[in-house]
């Protein structure tokens, strides 16, 4: 893959981070007492809680770390896809092969269903057999089945549960991509990049109208371009000096870049740059768990939140590492069955 700028294993190992990040901040981020996250707005109180948690450091840390900074998974697979789409779509192809607007978004489209109903619809069964029930409308269910409850009003009030927005998030950088990116010059995925994130800068930092941006492709569209232009003109120097100043420098910026408004704009990149540089330094046995990971990460995405919402009370009532742990442990296991129930269901006509 362009000259193993990254490799499959690698890819792998990169999901696999993110959906460690992810799973385990859908959880900590919900018990009382715990640092909350800036994912769609961004809220002084939360980095200043930070600030306080590190300087006075409890046996809860590792539980607010993952809560402020465990939602930047969503970002790494956003680089991941446009990545991924450069590899597929971009090179030499014949002709006949070349995807149509419309048949482009019809595969993709049903590729995200594919895995979002397996979840949705489990989760719809526990969350009426379980305490605390949502009330869906009719609209936020068909909402949720085509992917655009995004779009509508209070969506934090609609999606449920929470992590399944991410879906119609991607349906929207898909169809983005194909029309305004795709074998276009690198200027119209700068020009997208620096329009989506100045349409989210002049938005006050606690607004429900930069809530609402960001929970559409405005709000990834940094990430997105970034692993599009990563892939198209990436260059791998393949040196483990390179390798660990990547890490380093990322990870202390992704830290130092939190606590300003402004410039927290800038941490998906790098947070994706410091995962990058986390594969490219873990030998193959640590690496090798990762990429396992990674194998089943879209299933432990649509499963989380089942086994979230019957375990979580664990924690809630003291017991946080034991809740967690069990989360943990439940969560891969329900994965892996979810995988094997994904891949059992009939693939899209390929374009």
Known sequence: MNNELLTRAECDAMRGIAIIGIFLHNYCHWLPGIVRENEYQYFQHNVDGLQGVLANPDLLLPVHLLSFFGHYGVPVFLFLSAYGLVQKYEKPRAPHLEPTILGFTRYHFLKLFKMMIVGFAAFLLIDRMTPGPHHYHL?????????????????????????YW??????????VYRLCMYKRHWGWTVALMAICTALQIICSPESEELNRLRYNFIGGMLPFGFGLIFARYGKDPQTGLWYWGTLIVATMLVYSESLDYYTWYLVPPLVCMSCYGIVK?????????????????????????????????????GDTYTGLLIYIITSIALAWLFKEIMNRLPNPKKI
């Open 139 to 163: 609209t936020d269910v068909l909402a949720q089945l085509g992917m655009v409850n995004n779009i509508l009003p209070n969506p934090d009030n609609i999606i449920w549960p929470g992590p």
């Open 166 to 175: 991410f879906f119609g998030l991607m349906l929207q950088l898909y169809i």
């Open 281 to 317: 330094v873990l030998p193959k046995i640590l690496l090798k768990p990762l990429t396992w990971m990674g194998s089943i990460s879209a299933a432990l995405f649509v499963c989380h939140p089942i086994t979230r919402k019957i375990i979580i009370p664990i924690s809630r009532h």
